[in-house]
C-alpha cells in the first residue's frame, strides 16, 4: 500500500471549515483513499473514502487531485467534537489481507 | 445496530495470567483484524482473518493466538500475559472483496499487565 504524510498537528476554529491535506504520491491506480479518526480513547471512526471522483458525505468532504497523488479532506462546520486524531490511509480494498496502514495522522484541535 | 462490539472494555492483569478478548460483529462481515494501539502510536495489526476457518499473522503476532469461532465471532488470546502487552486492543472487520468498503472498529479493550 501506498505511503501518505500527513502535517503532525492543525488548530480550527468552531464553525469554520477544517481543511485536512494528504500526500500520497505513489498511490497505485486500483488504491483507495481512505478517512478515519480516532477520538480521543475511541477506536477509529470511519468518515469518508474515494478513488478518483471528489466525494461528499454527512460527515464530510474528500477532495482528489486529478493526478490522485494528494488529497483533502474538509469538515464543513468543525465542531469541538471534531477533536481528534485525523488518519489519511490508501489501500487497495479486494487484497486478500485488506490491512489498514495507519500512520501517525493529524492531531485536529477545534477551539471556540 | 451495534457493529463490532469488544468485551471486556478493560482489564487488569499479573504477569503470566492467561485471558481471551472477545469481538463480535453483525454486519455479516467476512473478514475480521485484531489491532493493538500503544500510547502515542497508531495501530499495528496481530492477526487477521480473511473469512471463517482462517486465520493469519500479521505484524506483531508474537504472545498472541486467534479463534475465529464462527463468522461473527474473532477471538484474542494471550496465554501468558507479559508487561509489554500492555496496550488497547482494537478488533475491526470488514466485508472483504466488496470495492471500497470500510473497516469498521469497535471501541476497544483496554489491557493492563502488572
Known amino acids: 500500500d501506498a505511503k501518505t504524510t500527513q502535517p503532525t498537528s492543525m488548530d480550527c476554529a468552531e464553525g469554520r471549515a477544517a481543511n485536512l491535506p494528504c500526500n500520497h504520491s505513489?498511490?497505485?491506480?486500483?488504491?483507495?483513499v481512505y478517512w478515519y479518526r480516532q477520538i480521543h480513547s475511541q477506536g477509529p471512526q470511519y468518515i469518508i473514502h474515494?478513488?478518483?471522483n471528489n466525494e461528499t458525505n454527512e460527515m464530510a468532504s474528500l477532495i482528489i487531485t486529478e493526478d490522485r497523488k494528494s488529497s483533502t479532506l474538509i469538515l464543513p462546520h468543525a465542531t469541538l467534537r471534531d477533536t481528534a486524531v485525523y488518519y489519511c490511509?490508501?489501500?487497495?480494498?479486494?487484497?486478500?489481507?485488506?490491512?489498514?496502514?495507519f500512520g501517525a495522522g493529524t492531531q485536529v484541535v477545534v477551539t471556540p | 445496530n451495534a457493529g463490532v462490539t469488544q468485551t471486556p472494555k478493560f482489564q487488569v492483569l499479573k504477569t503470566g495470567q492467561s485471558m481471551t478478548l472477545q469481538c463480535a460483529q453483525d454486519?455479516?462481515?467476512?473478514?475480521m483484524y485484531w489491532y493493538r494501539q500503544d500510547p502515542g502510536m497508531g495501530l499495528r495489526l496481530i492477526y487477521y482473518?480473511?473469512?471463517?476457518?482462517?486465520?493469519d499473522k500479521g505484524e506483531v503476532p508474537n504472545g498472541y493466538n486467534v479463534s475465529r469461532l464462527n463468522k461473527r465471532e474473532f477471538s484474542l488470546r494471550l496465554e501468558s500475559a507479559a508487561p509489554s502487552q500492555t496496550s488497547v486492543y482494537f478488533c475491526?472487520?470488514?466485508?472483504?472483496?466488496?470495492?471500497?468498503?470500510?473497516?469498521?472498529f469497535g471501541d476497544g479493550t483496554r489491557l493492563s499487565i502488572l
Open positions: 490511509i490508501v489501500r487497495v480494498t479486494t487484497d486478500s489481507w485488506g490491512k489498514l496502514q
Open positions: 505513489t498511490i497505485s491506480g486500483n488504491e483507495y
Open positions: 474515494g478513488l478518483k
Open positions: 454486519m455479516n462481515h467476512n473478514s
Open positions: 482473518s480473511a473469512s471463517e476457518g482462517t486465520t
Open positions: 475491526a472487520s470488514i466485508l472483504q472483496g466488496a470495492r471500497g468498503q470500510p473497516q469498521h
